[in-house]
């Protein structure tokens, strides 16, 4: 290794290799506990995906940090992908937990998320916003975009790295670096201002889960990773570190010392003692370690929230057997008309999905124990 500075990161291989691996062996204890106790695959899946970003942020910044050379820019691509993916999973999470969309509609029937608040962050909005179906797509679109945007953006990241016109971790302008890192703040933002639209629309009956928490810690670890990137950028472009190796390295010391925190924070707000049920039938482990690694439920999701045919919205009852699904039928009505549909409804949600005979269709129940009730199809779009 050529650089002088690599000599000084040479001693922290491995204080920060023990953190790395400490913060992975609790992360993955975590894990393991969830899979054992896999009694609501619906909405393990998502917080086994969610916790694993610790494992995966630590092991993958000391690798980096080893190697120290080129090869560390292809590391942390794909260790930046999996950042999106934990957004989406967390809004997911969220609606698996009331039991999915319609059951949000109907819990915050006639409710409305105050416009012009900067308080908020809807100053933008001129009248207030109706939480409804065609409300919550958005949120979940919002989210989706960053799932494939940021693996897109990596991919982009190693082809013109390799082609010397990236510029990584520098503010040149004539460079392709500053300009990745503009569309990837864009499509961040979006996703994360998606997931706090969808906590003001969902916050009553998500209450008993304590989202806040659980919202910190998956914005925190973002938030620390992009603006650590961009103040190492800063910092190499106004000479305070040498090179943007070394503004990689010091991220990489950053996101092993801060993952052993994130991972105590992780067993407070995911804990697997709400799902051990000694009476409630579970797979075996390697099945449900199986089931939670698949990504089918986020492609079939992703096909159906931005379908130009968007005709009938599906609710799970489990996430598991397709023979449970709730099938309703849509239609979308000109905003004016919606408004028209809402008032005359008393600005609630009555009467809108079609449940198919129980006997044939199974029934669908939330964590919250409330079966899914009926109202208008004219609302929920």
């Known amino acids: 290794m050529g650089d002088e ?21 609790i992360a993955c204890a975590l894990v393991a506990s969830h899979a054992k106790h896999y009694t609501s695959p619906h909405v393990q899946r998502h917080i086994n995906r969610i916790v694993l970003i610790v494992p995966v942020f630590a092991v993958l910044s000391w690798v980096s940090l080893v190697v120290g050379d080129n090869s560390a820019v292809y590391i942390e691509s794909v260790r930046d992908c999996y950042e999106s993916w934990v957004v989406y999973n967390f809004m997911a ?21 105050e416009g012009r608040s900067f308080l908020l ?14 409300f919550i797509r958005r949120c979940k679109q919002g989210t989706l975009q960053f799932v494939f945007v940021k693996p897109i953006l990596s991919l982009l990241e190693i082809i013109l790295h ?7 971790g520098q503010l040149n302008f004539k460079m392709a670096y500053p300009y990745i890192l503009f569309v990837y703040n864009l499509s961040y933002s979006t996703a994360l201002y998606s997931l706090w639209m969808f ?9 008993k889960y304590k989202p806040l928490l659980k919202f910190i810690i998956v914005k925190s670890v973002i938030f620390m990773s992009f603006w650590q990137s961009l103040f190492t950028a800063v910092a190499v ?3 305070a570190l040498s090179s943007p190796a070394e503004g990689r390295a010091v991220q990489d010391v950053l ?8 991972a105590i924070l992780m067993w407070l707000a995911f804990p697997y003692t709400d799902f051990v049920d000694p009476n409630r039938s579970k797979s075996g482990f390697v099945s449900n370690v199986v089931n939670f690694v698949s990504v089918r439920d986020v492609f079939d999701d992703t096909q159906h929230q931005f379908s130009s045919t968007y005709q009938d919205y599906t609710l799970h009852g489990d996430g598991e057997s397709p023979g449970r699904a709730l099938q309703m039928s849509t239609f ?23 449940l198919a005979d129980d006997a044939e269709m199974g029934s669908f129940e939330s964590p919250l124990g409330q079966r899914a009730k009926r109202v208008d199809s004219t609302e929920f779009i």
């Open 255 to 262: 996101i092993c010392c801060e993952m052993v925190i994130v």
């Open 332 to 354: 979308s009505p000109m905003r004016p008309e919606r408004s028209s549909v809402h008032r005359a409804n008393g600005g609630g949600a009555n009467d809108l999905i079609s």
């Open 121 to 134: 962050g809807t100053c933008w909005f001129s009248t207030n916003l109706v939480v409804d179906g065609q």
């Open 93 to 113: 999470l969220c609606l698996a937990y009331v039991g999915g969309p319609g059951a949000i509609v109907n819990a915050m029937a006639g409710k409305e998320i």
């Open 237 to 239: 472009r106004t000479g």
């Open 162 to 168: 390799a082609q010397g016109l990236l510029g990584d």
């Open 5 to 25: 500075w690599y000599d000084g990161y040479k001693a922290a291989h491995h204080a920060t290799g023990a953190m790395a691996w400490t913060s992975a062996v």
């Open 199 to 207: 906590y003001l629309g969902a916050h009553e009956p998500l209450a």
